[in-house]
Each structure stands twice: as structure tokens, then as C-alpha cells.
């Protein structure tokens, strides 16, 4: 019966949406710079392009690439970069040139940036000065033929970007040495290709897009290959879910997480771009004084983010004092807000954070809250259009609501697989096109998914599952307690105990308050006893904590 239920939810309760009303993501992209053409379009320290400004410099770097580097359909080309405004340009320029962007960290080691540059086979990269000294040392293991040098002052004009490259070059040393011979400029490669016109590429949904490097559900890096019609998919399912919120044209949206991480360049660069938004690129997420100074400057109704982002901008002094009366729609993801970060920040902004879940291996969306929840439901909403999703045990067999067990996805937006590593992605798709997620989760009966936590970080305590989400929640609700991770280690009693992080927030916060403010919500066997107080917690550069550097010490 509960099966049946499912099925029948999934295929009547949502509405379905055309996800081939486009042929390509730039196709989309010419459609709103003809919609949208004299709007701001993307923004960066203090500089606007209008979209149609934005479109003749990708215009000029397709040019460049294709005429002048010869650049094939198919070709892989990186970008290793913060939130700039070069990066959308070179987003859609690579794309429209038939190429496939290769989105890389820009904080890897060389170790970790040519293991990625060639198990792509890139052939040309895009890297802002400031990193270019590590692609320097990586550069003799890799297929790179061309190396595309910006600097941080490249797109604000001469005044103003020489005086930016001069202050990071001179005074704060924040661009080390490199040599790379051959190397050309960002804008040397613009005014080349403004000198050319190139050759329109055909584009179908089913060509190569994007190869986002993850750690996916097996925890080996690898390339998820998502195709034109992936991304287009997950627009369009997107586009459904937030088009009664929002009004085409007229959305101002913060953008703080890194572009090179799937859902920061699927929801800013891709979504927001096809509603005709104007995306303010925030390049240092971590000056929280900073971030907080453009929200109070501009007329922001649009703001992402994860929860660290949010709990480090609640307990800064200048937060509460934001004219938040623009702001519509605050959407988390990454990683799951907890409960009390939701209800401090739904308390000072009047705005609840709507979460919504994914991975890279779908583009990312898969599910979320609807707009029209006001307060915290502690899930991960509803899957979106088009989007099937089932709970299956360690067997594969496919469980009934309120039963917990590994989400499966299938949809439009799911990947074709990893790149050269069809083993690989034999371990995560099914011949029925599901993907496993590593998500362990549960569906309630109005179809809400409740996020459990990872399958991988699960800890078995004498023979009880604990999951770390549960009890990291519980202590974040703590008043001295500002971050917190559990993790799982080795005991001899139990197979593994649990071992709690914690920052406080209060100094006179100690082991015992935390010991007993647990047992008044948590079980026995969930109750952790070993407690290590940090001042900082490792986290990526999306701001995820990271668990399993903890647990590698």
C-alpha cells in the first residue's frame, strides 16, 4: 500500500515542466540577453555588465577560443578562479564554443590541481594570477596547451583595475611569483577574439557540458559528466518552483558561495541568469563585515547560502542592523540548516531559509521546502518536477514512508556517469536510471524527505545507529555553543563511540553542561562523553564542516 502511495504521489501531485523548451544552455542564455538585454546582469566590486554587455565579452572569448586556439567541440577547458566577473564570461564562452568547462578549486594543492587537469585532459585553463604559481608546478603532468591569465582588476576598468592589481600585487603580496611561458592575458585573449567572429557550434541537450569534480557516494574524486540537457533540466524544474516568489527581471541576488561548486553555479550563474537577475558576485565569502556591507548597500531580494554562512552572519553585531524589508527569498543548500541557526535568522530578518537538497551528480536540485513555508520543517522539501525519487534498504529493496534508508534519484537532471570510470559509475546508477546519493533519509506521508545523514558518517554504537546530524543539531541548540561536528572512533566496547567538536560561543561553557544538556534529548547510547573544544572547525570552501578531516586525526 505504501508503495502504491508513493508512486502515485510522484507521477500526480506536481506539475510536470517541458524540459526540452531549449536546445542548449546557451540557448538559454541568448534568450535572456534578448529579454533582458540593458539590465544589470552580474556585478562585482562596485562594476555592472547589463546582459548584453556580458554576452560580447563571451561573444569575444568564443572568438578567441575558437579561431585563435582552434578549440574542438568537446574540448575540456578550466577554470580555477573565485567569484569574479570574468567567470561567467568564461562559463558561456567555453560553452558556446562547444567546449566543456572543467569548474576547479582554486584553493588545490598542485598535487590535487593535476590529478583534475588531467584526468580531464584539458587542454586549456583560465586561472586568476593569484593561483597561477600552483598551476606553475602542476602544469608539466597535464594536457594544457594554453593558459588564460586574469587578474582581479581585469573588468573594472583601467583606473580602477590598475589600482586593484596594484594594491593586491604590491602592498598585501597576495600574488606570488610564477613563470608560464606563452601564457596570455584574460584581456588580451578579449581583444583577440573581438577581432575575429566565431562560427556558431550546433548544440543539443545531450552534449557534454560540464565535468564537476566531486568526491560523489565513494569518496574517490572523479568528473560527473552533465550534459546541456542536465542543467537545462534542472533549470526549468527550478524555474517551476520559484516563479510564484519571484519576478523575472527585477530580482537582485547575493551570490557568496564559490561559482566552481555545482550549486552556486547552477542556482546563480544558470537559474538567476534565465529569470534576468541581477547576481552581485561576492569574491571573499569569509569577510563576513564585507558581505554584510554589500547586503546593506544594495536592494537585495535573493540571497543563497549554507548554514555555516548564515550562523557566522546572525552572530555578527552589524547584521541585525540590514534593511531586510527587499528580502523574499533566503534559499539554503549544501549542506541542512539547523533548526537553531533557522530560527535566529527567521527572528532577526523576518525571512525563513527555505532548504533545498541535491548533489552534483543531479545537477544538483532534487528536492525542496516550498516558498510558502514560514517556519522550519527540518526536511529537505518535496522532489521537484520530474523528479522520482525511492528509500532502498542495504538489499535494494524499495521501503515504505516513515522508513529510513539510502535515497534514490532519478530524473532529467541526473548525470550520464563519471568520466572514464565506468565502474565507477556502475556502483551509482541502475539500468532504471536511478543514482544513489549516500544520503540516508526517509519520506513522511505528505512526501516531505527528511535528510538523516550521510551514509558514510553513520556511527555504529554496539549495534545502534547513531546519526551525527541528530546530535550535532541538539548541540547547536546550546546558547554557548557557536559550531559543532560529531564523528565516529574506534572503541573497543561498542565497534565505536561517538567523539563531539565543539566552538564555543560561551567561554565558561564546559564538558559537563554539554553531557547534560544531552541526556535531556538525546538516548542514552546517542549521548556523546568524549568532547574536544576547538577554536575552528576545518570546512570547505563552501563552508561545509568537514567531518572526515576530523575523523582522520
Not at 598542485?110 to 602542476?138: M, Y
Not at 552581485?280 to 554562512?309: A, F, M, Y
Amino acid at each position: 500500500m505504501e508503495k502504491i502511495w508513493l508512486q502515485s504521489y510522484q507521477k500526480g501531485v506536481r506539475a510536470e515542466v517541458d524540459v526540452r523548451a531549449y536546445s542548449s544552455i546557451i540557448d538559454v542564455l541568448h534568450t535572456s540577453v534578448k529579454k533582458f538585454a540593458h539590465q544589470p546582469s552580474f556585478s562585482n566590486f562596485g562594476v555592472t555588465l547589463t546582459y548584453s554587455e556580458t554576452a560580447a565579452y563571451v561573444n569575444q572569448l568564443t572568438s578567441y577560443l575558437q579561431k585563435i586556439l582552434k578549440l574542438q567541440k568537446g574540448e575540456r577547458v578550466a577554470i580555477m578562479m573565485p567569484n569574479l566577473l570574468q567567470y561567467p564570461i568564461a562559463v558561456f564562452g567555453i560553452l558556446q564554443a562547444g567546449g566543456v568547462v572543467v569548474n576547479v578549486n582554486p584553493l588545490y594543492t598542485p598535487r590535487e590541481l593535476a590529478h583534475q587537469l588531467k584526468d580531464s585532459g584539458a587542454t586549456a585553463i583560465v586561472v586568476l594570477e593569484n593561483f597561477a604559481h600552483t598551476l606553475e608546478k602542476a602544469l608539466s603532468q597535464t594536457a594544457i596547451k594554453q593558459v588564460i591569465v586574469a587578474t582581479m582588476g581585469d573588468m573594472l576598468g583601467w583606473i580602477k583595475g590598475t589600482a586593484f592589481n596594484f594594491m593586491l600585487r604590491k602592498v598585501k603580496k597576495m600574488v606570488k611569483p610564477f613563470n608560464i611561458p606563452n601564457a596570455i592575458s584574460f584581456r588580451e585573449a578579449l581583444s583577440q577574439g573581438k577581432k575575429q567572429r566565431f562560427t556558431p557550434v550546433p548544440l543539443a541537450l545531450e552534449d557534454l557540458a560540464l565535468l564537476q569534480y566531486t568526491g560523489g557516494t565513494t569518496g574517490i574524486a572523479k568528473g560527473a559528466m552533465l550534459t546541456h540537457g542536465n542543467i537545462v533540466a534542472n533549470m526549468q524544474q527550478a524555474g517551476e518552483w520559484i516563479k510564484a516568489n519571484l519576478v523575472e527581471g527585477k530580482e537582485e541576488v547575493v551570490t557568496p558561495l564559490p561559482l566552481y561548486h555545482i550549486f552556486s553555479l547552477t542556482v546563480n550563474i544558470m537559474i538567476f541568469a534565465k529569470v534576468g537577475s541581477k547576481n552581485i558576485l561576492i569574491t571573499n565569502p569569509r569577510d563576513i563585515g564585507g558581505l554584510i556591507k554589500v547586503l546593506k548597500k544594495n536592494c537585495v531580494t535573493v540571497l543563497s547560502g549554507v548554514n555555516t554562512l548564515f550562523n557566522a552572519l546572525i552572530h555578527h553585531p552589524d547584521f541585525a542592523k540590514i534593511d531586510f524589508s527587499r528580502l523574499k527569498l533566503v534559499l539554503g543548500g549544501g549542506m541542512a540548516t539547523q533548526k537553531s541557526v533557522a530560527q535566529q535568522w527567521k527572528a532577526i530578518t523576518g525571512v525563513p531559509i527555505i532548504d533545498a537538497y541535491g548533489l552534483t551528480e543531479a545537477s544538483p536540485g532534487v528536492c525542496a521546502n516550498p516558498l510558502n513555508n514560514s517556519e522550519y520543517t527540518g526536511t529537505a522539501g518535496l522532489p521537484v518536477s520530474n523528479t522520482d525519487i525511492e528509500i532502498r534498504d542495504e538489499n535494494g529493496k524499495v521501503l515504505g514512508i516513515n522508513r529510513v534508508g539510502e535515497l534514490w534519484v532519478k530524473g532529467p537532471q541526473v548525470m550520464k556517469g563519471y568520466w572514464n570510470m565506468p565502474e565507477e559509475t556502475a556502483k551509482v546508477l541502475d539500468d532504471r536510471g536511478f543514482v544513489a546519493t549516500g544520503d540516508m533519509a526517509e519520506i513522511d506521508a505528505k512526501g516531505y524527505i527528511r535528510l538523516v545523514d550521510r551514509k558514510k558518517d553513520m556511527i555504529l554504537v554496539s549495534g545502534f545507529n547513531v546519526y551525527p546530524n541528530e546530535i550535532e543539531d541538539v548541540v547547536a541548540s546550546m546558547p554557548g555553543v557557536l559550531e559543532t561536528a560529531c564523528v565516529g572512533v574506534p572503541n573497543e566496547k561498542s565497534g565505536e563511540a561517538i567523539k563531539l567538536f565543539v566552538v564555543k560561543r560561551d567561554p565558561a561553557l564546559t564538558r559537563e553542561d554539554i553531557i547534560s544538556y544531552c541526556r535531556k534529548y538525546l538516548t542514552g547510547y546517542k549521548v556523546p562523553k568524549d568532547i574536544e573544544f576547538r577554536d575552528e572547525l576545518p570546512k570547505s570552501t563552501v563552508g561545509k564542516i568537514l567531518r572526515k578531516d576530523l575523523k582522520s586525526e
